[in-house]
């Protein structure tokens, strides 16, 4: 079975940082691309990050463009969020998710399509930005 484990989450205040990381394992994150998705009660999930699996172009939410970046390091199969300049609003809890194209927005399986369908999601972890 495959699965990722995520890494990192936990508390913060306005203006901090905080590094995700996601391992993947049963797949190789090179054969698709890798985003982050967040959400918070009552809404739907968000794509806010995501790299892409043919050229490694990096796609941002307006929301979080400048402040948070993703990277991966194939060797580890692995991806990351740096979160920067944390704001409350940040808060929600983060799943890192593989698809075969790059998704940013609001996220539903019966609404996007095979195209940007997720194959791979993670277990989400909650970050938490006090003001």
């Known amino acids: 079975m495959s699965s990722c484990r995520r890494l990192g989450g936990g508390l913060v205040q306005t203006g901090g940082s905080l590094k995700l990381s996601c391992a993947a394992s049963g797949f190789r994150f090179r054969d698709y691309a890798i985003g982050w998705f967040r959400q918070t009660p009552g809404k739907e999930r968000e794509g806010v990050s995501c790299?892409?699996?043919?050229?490694?172009?990096?796609y941002s939410a307006d929301s979080v463009e400048g402040r948070f970046t993703i990277s991966t390091e194939a060797a580890k199969n692995t991806v990351y969020l740096q979160m920067n300049s944390l704001k409350p609003e940040d808060t929600a809890v983060y799943y890192c998710a593989a698809s075969d194209h790059c998704f940013i927005g609001d996220y539903r399986d019966d609404r996007v399509g095979d195209y940007f369908r997720v194959h791979h999601w993670g277990k989400g972890t909650l970050v938490t930005v006090s003001s």
């Open positions: 790299i892409s699996r043919v050229d490694a172009r990096t």
